[in-house]
Each structure stands twice: as C-alpha cells, then as structure tokens.
C-alpha cells in the first residue's frame, strides 16, 4: 500500500495513514479503506476512499495548509492511483504489537511510537500499539473487558427498549381491538 509514496511525492508534511472505512449508521467496517490525511486533533482532514476515488474534506477551512496537495491529487487521480499501488519500501523493520478481535498481531515499522505510522499504513496510537508482545496482550485484553461492560450494557438498554416497544404494540393492540368492537353491526 503506497502511503508513503504518496506522502513523500506530494510532499506532506501532516499524517498519512491507510484506515478503515466504518459506515455512517453502523458499528463495523464497511469493508472499505481509506487514505487519510490529518493531524494530532483531526486524522481525516482529506480521506480518499481507496475503493471508489471519492474524496471527503472534514472541515474545508481548515485545509489552507494541504490546499495545494488536495488541488494536486485533483489534477492527475490516476497519478495517485498509481502512487497508492506501488508497494512502499522502508530502510528499518522493528516489530511492533496491536490486537484486534481477539489477537495478537505483529506489525513493523521504522519508528516505534506515536506518531509514527506501521508498514502497513496504522497510526501508532500509544494504547493500541506496544514494542513487548505481553504489553499488547494485557492492553488487548482491558479492552476486551470494557468490550464486554460496553455490550452488556446496550443489550441491556435494547432489552428495555424492546420491552416498552411490545408494551406499546400491545396498547395499541387493544385500542384497535376496541375501537373495532365499536364499529362493528349490532
């Protein structure tokens, strides 16, 4: 994935980082990736839709500063495919550990820490990336467990809001019914 081509070709001196696309309405990844551009308080002032080329600003006064490579990336789109398809080369590899779904899994880098970006496009977010494999493993596993509070705590709330939707259908159930016996013939 060439971030890094495009970070060094357009000279961009913010991050760049390759993430994935999560759907407006839902809690998971679309599926998608995005190339995105930002910094310490925004990570997508440009993000690029690396699946269908469509660009998205997140506070278009806030890009003064990346004006030029946003016109840029404009002016040649297949210049910037083919920049995001060359694989990147890096002169360092260090081992470096983050966790997802229940694994442990090994990335490099050049630099270890925040705000250095993985091989593979990942920002090095000081919670989520370690240089001891058994620092990933207890990080990964308090997240599982504030996982877990977290989903409980909904199906909780979604039981509740079944309960007083099927109180609310049977109400009105019984409206209906009434208002039924009325309108019949004698």
């Not at 997802?100 to 990942?122: A, F, S, Y």
């Not at 977290?150 to 109400?171: D, G, H, I």
């Amino acid at each position: 994935m060439g971030w890094k081509s495009v970070k060094e070709h357009y000279r961009i001196e913010h991050f760049v980082t390759i993430e994935d696309e999560w759907g407006q309405f839902e809690r998971k990844p679309t599926g998608d990736q995005l190339l995105c551009i930002g910094s310490p308080l925004c990570h997508d002032l440009i993000s690029i839709n690396l699946r269908t080329w469509k660009f998205k600003r997140a506070m278009s006064g806030s890009l003064h500063q990346l004006q030029r490579v946003w016109d840029e990336m404009h002016a040649d789109l297949s210049l910037l495919a083919d920049l995001v398809a060359v694989p990147d080369t890096f002169e360092k590899s260090i081992p470096v550990y983050t966790y997802k779904d229940g694994e442990i899994i090994e990335c490099k880098c050049e630099e270890l820490g925040w705000p250095n970006v993985t091989h593979d496009g990942q920002m090095q977010y000081e919670n989520k990336f370690f240089a001891d494999r058994s620092d990933a493993v207890v990080a990964g596993i308090r997240n599982a467990e504030a996982w877990i509070e977290s989903s409980r705590r909904w199906l909780s709330e979604t039981e509740e809001q079944l309960a007083k939707a099927k109180a609310q259908l049977a109400r009105a159930e019984g409206s209906f019914a009434s208002l039924s016996r009325e309108s019949a013939p004698v």
